[in-house]
């Protein structure tokens, strides 16, 4: 499996981005993508997740009702819609599938990992 991460970019604080994530290879029911992301001088976090058989998903507090994680199951692709950005957000976002997750924000149950896009966000 790979990912392939896009979207990201230069923005003012308020403004909005949309990440992408496509997967090819193959990809099971079971299967579950998460939204990371690691800001210069600190350690990665959690940031959304969504299962790809059920739709449901999970969002950390920091990003709860700015961020809107959905996927596109034909297309082997998810969405990070980022509304209302601060220069907190600012950060390298990576997206990570795993199986069988039922910790979503724990990094180590993801198995393959995209190459990161960088959000930068300006006051």
């Known amino acids: 499996v790979q990912l392939q991460a896009s979207g990201g970019g230069l923005v003012q604080a308020g403004e909005s981005l949309r990440l992408s994530c496509a997967a090819s290879?193959?990809?099971?029911?079971?299967?579950?993508m998460g939204w990371f992301r690691q800001a210069p001088g600190k350690e990665r976090e959690f940031v959304a997740a969504i299962s790809w058989s059920s739709g449901s998903t999970h969002y950390a507090d920091s990003v709860e009702g700015r961020v809107t994680i959905s996927r596109d199951n034909g297309k082997s692709t998810v969405y990070l819609q980022m509304n209302s950005l601060k220069p907190e957000d600012t950060a390298v976002y990576y997206c990570?599938?795993?199986?069988?997750?039922?910790?979503?924000?724990?990094?180590?149950?993801?198995?393959?990992w995209g190459q990161g896009t960088l959000v930068t966000v300006s006051s």
């Open positions: 290879g193959r990809t099971f029911g079971s299967d579950a």
């Open positions: 990570a599938l795993g199986r069988y997750i039922i910790n979503y924000s724990d990094d180590g149950r993801y198995n393959y």
